[in-house]
Each structure stands twice: as C-alpha cells, then as structure tokens.
C-alpha cells in the first residue's frame, strides 16, 4: 500500500489565503442537495446531526472531520501569524533577533500546516471547510504581551487538540501524520512560553504536575504527578477557538466522536 | 491498496490479526485468490469497518505492552541522567532550574508507565551498570560538561519525540494508551525546544529564549533552532547522533507508515514546497514543519549506544 494521500499530478491550489466571505446561499443548498436522490445521501452522510447550529461551520464525522478539525485550527493559527506580520510589534523586531527567527518561522510551518491539510483532505475524497474568516479584534498587534500571549494560547490550544483528536482517527497513516504536525506544535508552545516567561515551557497548566486532568477527554483521566499533556476535547477546544472566528465562520466539531 | 498485503503486514506486529478479524482464520487465509480481484474496487471501504471493529475490542495486549516498556526503558534512560544533573558544572542558575523541571517530568512518566503496564512492567533497572552515558567513553564529560550534557539531552530527548511518534500507530488499538502515549510525547517535544534554546543561548545564560540560531547547528556548541531543521547538520554530534535525524527502517513498518530522514519535504504523497500557496518560504521550512518517527529497531540502536551491554534496549 502506498503511503501517497494524492497522485503527483494533484493541481495546486492557489485560494487558501482568501478568507470565503460569502457563504453559500440557503435556497442553493437546498437545489444542490434536492438534485438527486444520490445527492442528498450524500449530503446527508456528510451532516452528522439534522440540527447542527445553523451558520456554523461542520467539520463533518470520521477520518475526514478530524482532518476539518485539524485544518480549522490551522488556518487560525496561519491567519494569526500572518497578521502578526502587518503589526508594529513584528515589524519593529531587530533583523536577525531570536524573536523575529521565531516568529518567521512559526509563520511558515503553519501556512505549510494549512495547505497539506487542505490538499490532504481532498486527497482523501472529502470536501475541505470553507477558508474561515478570524476574528483578531481582541488582539493588539502592536504589542508583545498581547501578540506572544495569543501565540501561547493557540499553540498549547493545539498541542491539546491534536493529542486529545487522536483517538478519534481510525487511519494509522492520519494518526502518524497527526503526530508529526503535534510535535512541531508542541516545539512552537514551548519557545514561545519562555518568550513570554523564561522556564515555563513545562507548567501545571498545560501538563498533569500538581493537579490531575480533568478534561471531558474520554480516554484523559490522567492523576497529578503524571507529567501528561492536558489534552482536550474536539468541543473544549472550539469553545476557545470560536472566540477567535468570525459569525458564519464558527465550527461545529458534534460530528468527531 | 492490497488487502492482503495489510494484514500481512498487521501480523508482523500483531500475530493474532486473523482471529481478532475472524475466528474462522482458515476462511481469511484461503480467500486470496478472491480477495485480491476484489481489493482494488471494493475492499478498501470494508478494511476501515473491519479494522475498527476487531481493534476496538482489543485489550492491552502483549505487543501495547512491549511498546510501553520499549518506552519505559527509555524513560529510565532519560530520567536516570537528569538525576546526574548535579554533577554538571557551569550552568546558569536558570539552566539548572530548567534540568530539575525536566528530570520531574521524566520521573513522572516512569511511575505513570509502572503504573499503566503493572505486573507486566519491566525490572527496575539498576541505578548503575545499566546506562553508560559517555557511551563507552565517546563522552567522557558527559555527566561534568555543561556544553557536552546538554548536546546529549537533545540527542535524548529529540529521539524520544521520534520514538513515541513512530510507536503511536501501534498503541491505536487502546484508545486510553494512545492518548496517554500522545500526551507523553507532546511533552517530550517541549522539553526538546527548550534543550535547544538552551543550547542555542549558551550554558550559563540567563535568558534560554533569547539566542540566535546558527546554521548548521550542529556540534557540542552548536547554536540549533528549537525544531529540527534538515537533519539539523548531524545533530548534537555529529558522527554520533547522526541517526537521529536520520531515516528509520521500513521493514515491519504497518502499511503506510515510512520512516523518513528529518530532512524530508513531503507528506504523504503531498510535495509541501509546491503544495504551499504563499511563495518565498526559506527551503529549510519545509522540514521543519513536520517532525518524523521512527521505529523501535532504529531507536534502539540509538539508545544501545548508552546501553553497558550494548543491548539493553534490545
């Protein structure tokens, strides 16, 4: 069996940094799915609840919903990095300074994340979400205490969400790849909290050391003095994650189970 | 895809994949003639339901089990040279603190993995005769030289995320065990940035986060990135820990799992330099985006270098 997710001759995308500002109208929903009777299963395959929240985004069930999930939280953390670029901050960082290193490089993994993720998705038959539109108003770019503190946030949100999703991949080679994006994140999470505060690229917040977990993780229970990632929940992590994405633009992760 | 060939390659891990598929194993086994014409078109969709149901069910077996003290051997090995920190001297005071955290953590993970395998858990390894961190005398400072304790902390702890990651995919079948394999290995990846930062910055520096990377990184004074970037020029040292950046071995990898070098730049098929829409990324972006694994041959062979008997990893 080949580990290729696409054949070589896959066209290049070239839309991904375009957020999708009009989402698709009611009334041609219904036409596409009323086509055929083939096409509403479809559809219907694809919605794992009747009643998801309307003018969300549903990142769909199985294999591919995780993938959704993991390519949501990406484009977030892409969006936000390529933001940070345009604020005072970043640009009055010293050439060749270790946090402009930094910063470049976190910039680059994550837009390199975000398209292997879409074209991965696509890949694997299933339709990628929407380009989503973020909501940073709460950020101050110009400023280091609120750009690197959102940074923090976002890459122990996804350490926690990629190692708490990892159950509910059934592919090893989703999972292997999983593991392989995890890790880089988990590099990221920690330079950036010494950034922030030398020394606490490990603390009781992000891992099991005084306290126990106890995250709605099903398979988590870890006790304290376990030293373990305080992995979440598919929905503890789109509560926080939500906070940062626009209306219309805002995930429904019910379908990952 | 080939069916057959899958299960074939599941049995290398898991001897008993045909009866957790079908006690009736003969009927699996006898069916290739068949099976191959259908695989191609039909099969592909059953495997997924097939797999999920036969592993759901599976408790931790003996191979979740050599897999976690595969891990706990290395756990000992890390946790056995944190606890030497304090004969290193010229750290700065915020290193030092930075080592105590660590050797916490790795204590943790070996009473957290006693605790999960049991019974079934490996002999306490004695505190010495067991491990020999200058390798035979490759490192003779190994547990004095602030410089040459921390190259091999890297070396350490960058081969623990490989590790971990490569024996994810083997632990799928316990949901619980993966997760807790998960949450290690995230941790263990913490621990490699900031070694790194440190090593980036200087022994005795104050302030970890601050040091600039130098290509090619490698060398006992080497100025690494806090992610693997290539094969990071060798690693910490170079014609030693070379393999630790370097590809693993496929041979009873499960179906569509490879151990590739650190250095590659595609995933899955996907060519990350032209797959990416936004142009003018530096070319050493495209490694360091993705971290590999490896797989336990490989690894232990790694750690073997730190083994008295030269086998103790296996």
Known sequence: MSTK???????????????LYSPIKRRSFFMYAGATAGATALVLAGCSK??????????????????NYAYALEQLEAGFYTSLRMGTYYTGLQPGSAEKQILDD????????????KTAITAAMATPIKALTPDFSKINFNDRTSVLGTAKAFEDLGVAAYNGAGQYISSPTYLYIAGKIVSVEARHAAIIRDLVSENTFVGNDIITLTSGSNSSVATNNSDANSS?????????????????????????????? | MNFFQIISE??????????????RRSVFKNMTGLGQKLAAAAVPLAVGA??????????????????????????????????????????????????????????????????????????????????????????????????????????FEDTGVRAYKGAAPLV????????????????????????????????????????IAVAPYSGPAGAPKSWISG??????????????????????????????SEATTSQGGVNLVTNTTVSGFPASAFSEAFDEGLDVGTVAKIANLFSVSGNYFG
């Open chain 2, 10 to 23: 599941i049995e290398k891990v898991d001897p008993e994949v045909y009866d957790r598929l079908d006690s």
């Open chain 2, 50 to 155: 097939i797999f999920n149901k036969a592993y759901a069910q599976t408790p931790v077996g003996a191979t979740v089990n050599d897999v976690l003290n595969f891990a706990l051997k290395l756990e000992y090995l890390e946790s056995y040279f944190y606890n030497s920190r304090t004969t290193v001297t010229g750290l700065s005071a915020q290193n030092s603190a930075a080592l105590a955290l660590i050797a916490t953590d790795e204590a943790n993970h070996v009473s957290f993995l006693r605790k999960v395998l049991g019974s079934n858990a490996i002999p306490v390894p004695a505190t010495t005769g067991v491990f020999d961190y200058t390798a035979k005398g490759t490192f003779p400072t190994a547990l004095t030289n602030a410089g040459v304790y921390l190259a091999l902390a890297q070396s």
């Open chain 1, 5 to 19: 997710l696409i054949p070589s001759s896959q066209p290049q995308l070239s839309d991904l940094d375009k957020p």
């Open chain 1, 50 to 67: 009747s009643d998801s929240t309307p003018g969300t985004v549903n990142v769909g069930s199985g294999d591919p919903g995780v993938l």
């Open chain 1, 106 to 117: 976190l910039y680059y993994h994550e837009v390199i994340h975000r398209d292997f993720l």
């Open chain 2, 231 to 260: 094969t990071d020029g060798g690693g910490a040292v170079p014609g030693t820990t070379d393999a630790i950046y370097g590809a693993g071995n496929n041979t009873n990898a499960l179906s569509g799992i490879t151990y590739e």
């Open chain 1, 228 to 257: 373990l990632e305080r992995s979440m929940s598919p929905s503890e992590v789109v509560a926080i994650a939500n906070t940062f994405l626009a209306e219309g633009s805002k995930l429904d992760v019910s379908g990952i189970k």
């Open chain 2, 172 to 211: 799928m079948s316990n949901k619980t065990v993966l997760t807790a394999a998960l949450n290690i290995h995230s941790v263990e990846a913490r621990h490699a940035s900031h070694i790194r930062a440190m090593r980036r910055a200087g022994v005795n520096s104050a302030a970890p986060s601050q040091g």
